[in-house]
T-cell receptor, first 119, second 110 residues
Framework: GAVVSQHPSRVICKSGTSVKIECRSL??????MFWYRQFPKQSLMLMAT?????????EQGVEKDKFLINHASLTLSTLTVTSAHPEDSSFYIC???????????????FGPGTRLTVL | EDKVVQSPLSLVVHEGDTVTLNCSYE??????LLWYKQEKKAPTFLFML????IEKKSGRLSSILDKKELFSILNITATQTGDSAIYLC??????????FGKGTRLHILP
């Protein structure tokens, strides 16, 4: 099946630093990648939609200058949390939507997530 | 505002019991309803439902969608401790976005 990886799986950083999270589709090309955030005991909240070669579309309330998304290729999207603060500590999950896979539904395949802790 | 509401938020049962998890939704541009199981990491896909009244089954799990009443249920029969997880209901839209409910935290006691 389609596999999506994320790196790193866990990161601890100091307040004010920037952290980059990578999301890769390993065995398929992803037309679109999505970034979600999940706080403890909360559901996944969509942050932004990333299309290869174009600017990401951010959901209401998500600061695009703080959460920089780059989708440089059909297999890689990155999320950079700039000037991270403790309230940014969360579980960040990406998903990739496969291009051209069989079926009427462009299924999203989820990465394993990245747990960010900002001290 | 689009929303997905799950109930109950948490549930504790004994091994062998049958559970029914509920999901209702109010959205525009509905494409499909999705069920996921989330353990420690990312959600794993269980079912996609697009048509009313057609039950989908996978082992002890089954799900059905009612597009008129805007809800879905997920049934798990003969529960096992390995079924303990958060079960997420989500709705996908025509533009491929997905919104999730808050989940049902299911705990199976041995």
């Amino acid at each position: 099946g389609a596999v999506v990886s994320q790196h790193p799986s866990r990161v601890i950083c100091k307040s004010g630093t920037s952290v980059k999270i990578e999301c890769r589709s390993l065995d398929f090309q992803a037309t679109t990648m999505f970034w979600y955030r999940q706080f403890p005991k909360q559901s996944l909240m969509l942050m932004a939609t990333s299309n290869e070669g174009s600017k990401a579309t951010y959901e209401q309330g998500v600061e695009k200058d703080k959460f920089l998304i780059n989708h440089a290729s059909l297999t890689l999207s990155t999320l950079t949390v700039t000037s991270a603060h403790p309230e940014d500590s969360s579980f960040y999950i990406c998903s990739a939507q496969a291009r051209g896979l069989a079926g009427p539904y462009n299924e999203q395949f989820f990465g394993p997530g990245t747990r960010l802790t900002v001290l | 505002e689009d929303k997905v509401v799950q109930s109950p938020l948490s549930l504790v049962v004994h091994e062998g019991d049958t559970v029914t998890l509920n999901c209702s939704y109010e959205v525009t541009n509905f494409r499909s309803l999705l069920w996921y199981k989330q353990e420690k990491k990312a959600p794993t896909f269980l079912f996609m439902l697009t048509s009313s009244g057609i039950e989908k089954k996978s082992g002890r799990l089954s799900s059905i969608l009612d597009k008129k009443e805007l809800f879905s249920i997920l049934n798990i029969t003969a529960t096992q401790t390995g079924d303990s997880a958060i079960y997420l209901c989500a709705v996908s839209f025509l533009d491929d976005k997905i919104i999730f409910g808050k989940g049902t935290r299911l705990h199976i006691l041995p």
